[in-house]
């Protein structure tokens, strides 16, 4: 693995945001990740893969991990202008995307709204509407508590965060997203110009029609649904799909 090269934190809207940065590379690759996760839990066993290819920066977004909160809402529109914001920071003047579940819908807004910095988008189990997720999900929201969040992301986040007691405010906050979350109108996504591939498993949070759909409306997009066999996983890896109705996101 390439080893890192530098972390810091960013003054960004009134966060101190914090980044890793690995490899060498012109076109930086900018891992966003989920909600309630931290770099390691989104992206742990993924940077050795993608660091060896060139210049990779990991972010955490408001009130994950090691970077600050804000007294605001999170928004998936913050996070986009965040991340851009951190972009300017460190004088990156364009880069490639990959976020991951909210950090797809994320990397999906830093396209609508920041075009110019934007090379290639990577969207991996992400909606742009709440009819993108399967039944039950925002019901079992609705009803969801600290005690659902599953104790991996639980763990990593205690284990780097500066206020351990801001786990409960990150968790309602995440979850408040969810349940206001605004469906992204069709021209939103037709608006996008990077290159994009779209990912889903067959058997994810966010059905696969739905992730087909938007590789319609987004212009050229390409998609890539990959087999997961209920048979073949972990009596552990099936409790937490099955219980996902009730996580962050």
């Given at each position: 693995m ?34 309630g ?62 976020g ?43 009803n ?14 205690l ?7 801001h ?18 109108a ?12 779209l ?51």
């Amino acid at each position: 693995m390439e080893k890192l090269k530098t972390s810091g934190y960013a003054p960004v809207n009134g966060l101190d945001m914090y980044y890793e940065i690995y490899g060498n590379g012109a076109v930086p690759l900018v891992l966003i990740h989920g909600g309630g996760s931290t770099i390691e839990t989104s992206f742990g066993n993924f940077l050795p893969l993608l660091s060896g290819y060139g210049k990779v920066i990991a972010v955490e977004l408001q009130a994950h991990g090691r970077t600050s909160d804000r007294d605001a809402p999170e928004s998936f529109e913050q996070d986009a202008d965040d991340v851009a914001a951190l972009l300017k920071y460190l004088k990156v003047e364009k880069a490639n995307f990959l976020g991951f579940s909210n950090g797809g819908t994320s990397t999906m807004q830093i396209a609508i709204r920041h075009p110019d910095i934007v090379n290639k988008i990577v969207v991996v189990s992400a909606n742009y509407k709440k009819e993108g997720m399967i039944p039950g999900f925002f019901e079992g929201m609705q009803n969801a508590t600290l005690a659902d969040m599953p104790e991996l992301l639980k763990t990593a986040y205690l284990k780097v965060a500066p206020d351990k007691n801001h786990l409960q405010v990150m968790f309602d906050k995440d979850v408040a997203r969810m349940l206001t979350f605004k469906d992204l109108a069709d021209e939103d996504l037709r608006s996008i110009k990077a290159a994009a591939l779209l990912m889903v498993a067959d058997h994810d949070v966010v059905t696969p029609g739905h992730v087909l759909k938007m590789s319609h409306l987004i212009p050229g997009a390409r998609l890539v649904v990959l087999p997961v066999h209920m048979a073949h996983l972990s009596g552990r890896q099936r409790q937490i799909l099955q219980k996902a109705a009730n996580c962050p996101g």
